[in-house]
């Protein structure tokens, strides 16, 4: 999904879940999105591409906090951002 629409999903997801709820998510790392025709899915599939800064910030701006994140090498030349994080406390 486009990355605007990344940030609203991350924030209904911060709004559905308890204080000290858990997230995970994997996305591709890199600049812009676009369609991606390889793998073992059939079909196209669209991917917004993040890099570490504006991807913790979404995050925070959504409310949660990035307890880690890590890099992984995908199974062709593409890297992955791992993210492991926890709704914030909300007032």
Do not use: I, N
Request: positive net charge.
């Amino acid at each position: 999904m486009p990355a605007r629409a990344c940030s609203r999903s991350a924030a209904a997801r911060a709004a559905a879940t308890r204080e000290g709820g858990r997230l995970h998510l994997s996305l591709k790392e890199g600049d812009g999105e676009g369609w991606s025709t390889h793998g073992a899915v059939a079909q196209p599939r669209f991917f917004t591409y993040w890099r570490e800064g504006p991807l913790r910030a979404a995050l925070a701006d959504a409310g949660w906090a990035v307890d880690r994140l890590e890099r992984r090498a995908g199974l062709r030349a593409d890297r992955w951002l791992v993210v492991a994080g926890v709704r914030r406390f909300c007032r």
